[in-house]
């Protein structure tokens, strides 16, 4: 059993995640995307997708992106809805 660093659950079923040459370790993935997804500069939610960066800067979205001042930008999934995509 390994302790989440987050939370301090110690847990039978924790898992590591090396990031950048650093072993963390988690007893959920809610506690590693707390700990190690980039916040939004506009509305500070954690960018679990793809994402956007501009100017060292991360958005969860084009439109965060636009309304923080960033133009140009455009998220890279595209306009398709599931029915469409299926």
Partial sequence: MATCEVCGNDYDKSFEIVKAGRSHVFDS??????????TCAHCEC???????????KFFCCASCAKHYGVQGLKDRAPNATRESAA
């Fill in 29 to 38: 993935f809610e506690c590693a995307i707390h700990a190690l997804a980039p």
């Fill in 46 to 56: 954690r960018i679990v997708g793809h994402g956007l960066e501009a100017g060292g």
